[in-house]
């Protein structure tokens, strides 16, 4: 008997871990991205030596769309192949990030203006690049 217990109670809590970590639970599997051709040509693909980033970027859920560590949505920018969460601006500042063109659902292009550091994104500017036509 004690053994059913046991057991019981250890996959309870197994099972609580694994919904904890989950996240939000709200993205689902419709993801829009872009296409690497309908990308601007004046987007910033490397991080420059003084780590200050002027200029066009992908922004998204870095958990959803980014592959990032994140335990829970959170803004994301990625450059080149570099993802760096995004400091001074939320998830939700531009909209419902749950929406068909919102940051879990989308890549979305975004100016940014700010610095890099230890491996955050602190924005003094960021904003949309209205592109619907690039989400696909």
């Known amino acids: 008997m004690k053994n059913k217990y046991f057991t019981f109670m250890l996959l309870a809590i197994l099972g609580s871990i694994n919904t904890i970590q989950a996240g939000c639970g709200g993205c689902g599997p419709r993801k829009k991205i872009m296409t690497k051709t309908s990308w601007p040509k004046d987007m910033i693909m490397s991080v420059p030596k003084n780590n200050t980033l002027n200029g066009k970027v992908e922004a998204s859920c870095g958990m959803c769309n980014f592959n990032s560590n994140d335990k829970d949505c959170a803004l994301s920018i990625r450059v080149g192949s570099n993802v760096f969460l995004v400091k001074g601006n939320g998830i939700d500042d531009h909209g419902d990030s749950h ?31 209205n592109q619907p036509s690039l989400l696909k």
Not at 103 to 121: L, S, Y
């Open 99 to 129: 929406a068909d063109d919102g940051f879990c659902n989308a890549i979305r292009i975004a100016e940014v203006q700010g610095k890099i550091n230890k491996g955050n994104f602190t924005s003094k500017s960021f904003t949309l690049i």
